[in-house]
T-cell receptor, first 112, second 113 residues
Framework: KQEVTQIPAALSVPEGENLVLNCSFTDSAIYNLQWFRQDPGKGLTSLLLIQSSQREQTSGRLNASLDKSSGRSTLYIAASQPGDSATYLCAVRGGSNYKLTFGKGTLLTVNP | GAGVSQSPSNKVTEKGKDVELRCDPISGHTALYWYRQRLGQGLEFLIYFQGNSAPDKSGLPSDRFSAERTGESVSTLTIQRTQQEDSAVYLC???????????FGSGTRLTVV
């Protein structure tokens, strides 16, 4: 059974800092990995999706990497802003099914 | 529509009552998922619909939970005889077959008192 772990559970940083969120998964036979953002009382917003054959994806100040063999992904946020404050969720889609398995998320607070 | 729409956004119900949650997926998205997010927990898969195929109900936690979808349209998730442990945010997502990304709705926050 796939398990996804996100570390840290919470992170508080001053504005302008670069930061890294970590995600690990137990079964490396994944189809893809997706990072989402969730704001309080809102649904999930997709940030980046990495196919199993890819090593990284970039969108603006966000960069996500994937090391499938070691079961790890990182989300790098450059020059953090207060508007980045949210919960960040990592989810993997299994190689033989279509379901997403989610981590519990990292609650990020960027202080002005 | 432009996004996945869920209603109601909030629902407070008394223990033992039945509730019905609605999800309106993006037009043309054949795949539809229901997830549950309990406080402090990750999202749990509940059920998956793909076109007219038999749904994957393997994530439904008990027989009090059921869901329906007609073709590629609206889906409803019904919880009968609600219990306090059913309190959670219920999220719906849709996906275009052959594509990789999932689009989530804003969820229904269910509180059972």
């Amino acid at each position: 059974k796939q398990e996804v772990t996100q570390i840290p559970a919470a992170l508080s940083v001053p504005e302008g800092e670069n930061l890294v969120l970590n995600c690990s998964f137990t079964d490396s036979a994944i189809y893809n990995l997706q990072w989402f953002r969730q704001d309080p009382g809102k649904g999930l917003t997709s940030l980046l999706l990495i196919q199993s054959s890819q090593r990284e994806q970039t969108s603006g100040r966000l960069n996500a990497s994937l090391d499938k063999s070691s079961g790890r992904s990182t989300l790098y946020i450059a020059a953090s802003q207060p508007g980045d404050s949210a919960t960040y969720l990592c989810a993997v889609r299994g190689g033989s099914n279509y379901k997403l398995t989610f981590g519990k998320g990292t609650l990020l607070t960027v202080n002005p | 529509g432009a996004g996945v729409s869920q209603s109601p956004s909030n629902k407070v119900t008394e223990k033992g009552k039945d509730v019905e949650l609605r999800c309106d997926p993006i037009s043309g998205h054949t795949a539809l998922y229901w997830y549950r997010q309990r406080l402090g927990q990750g999202l749990e898969f509940l059920i998956y619909f793909q076109g007219n195929s038999a749904p994957d109900k393997s994530g439904l936690p008990s027989d009090r939970f059921s869901a329906e979808r007609t073709g590629e349209s609206v889906s409803t998730l019904t919880i009968q005889r609600t219990q306090q442990e059913d309190s959670a945010v219920y999220l719906c997502a849709s996906r275009l077959t052959g594509h990789y990304g999932y689009t989530f709705g804003s969820g229904t926050r269910l509180t059972v008192v």
